[in-house]
């Protein structure tokens, strides 16, 4: 939103400490989640993301702006599809200014209870790899781009997207 994601000159190291610590902050709220019900989810959000907060997720979730919405299109739904989470930890957490983030190979091993992008659940757990990078203004966080590698995701839940596509007639692609 602030066209000023290239750093071009040193940064406050102080800074880059203040999105660390947004970064954790929201992934310890994510940690303390049980599971079952999302109720008190928006007021968890409010605690570490600004209202006017813009998610950008990965082609086949989309995007979604504003604490409310971001839990009713996109966190709710996604904590409510899977089950038997294990967060295997981060390769690389990171932050210079006010951007951070992180990524995993996997960053979490799920069971999709059903319903995430409109699939059927399945009993064989999966891994996600996941990179998020953030944007913080103030003391909260604003922005985040997330990529799932999903085409992995599928394929361990045994469907090859690709394969599917591949076997499409030209006609099939309009």
Same mark, same amino acid.
């Given at each position: ?47 570490? %993301? ?5 998610? %950008? ?16 299109? &996109? ?36 069971? &999709? ?38 085409? &992995? ?19 099939? &692609?309009?």
């Amino acid at each position: 939103m602030t066209h000023d994601g290239l750093l071009f000159a040193a940064t406050d190291p102080a800074e880059g400490a203040r999105t660390l610590s947004a970064i954790n902050a929201m992934i310890g709220d994510i940690s303390a989640w049980k599971g079952g019900s999302i109720d008190g989810l928006v007021a968890e959000l409010r605690r570490t %993301w600004n209202e006017d907060m813009i998610w %950008w997720g990965p082609a086949g979730i989309g995007a979604t702006y504003t604490i409310e919405r971001y839990a009713e299109q &996109h966190s709710g739904p996604f904590r409510l599809a899977f089950r038997d989470r294990k967060f295997n930890g981060h390769v690389c957490k990171l932050a210079e200014g006010h951007f951070g983030g992180f990524f995993g190979r996997p960053n979490l091993t799920l069971t &999709h209870s059903g319903g995430f992008m409109g699939m059927p659940g399945s009993d064989k757990p999966a891994d996600m790899r996941v990179i998020d990078l953030y944007r913080r203004d103030g003391d909260k966080l604003t922005e985040n781009w997330i990529f799932i590698d999903l085409l &992995h995701f599928w394929q361990q839940q045994g469907l090859d997207v690709l394969g599917r596509m591949a076997g499409l007639a030209p006609d099939e &692609h309009a």
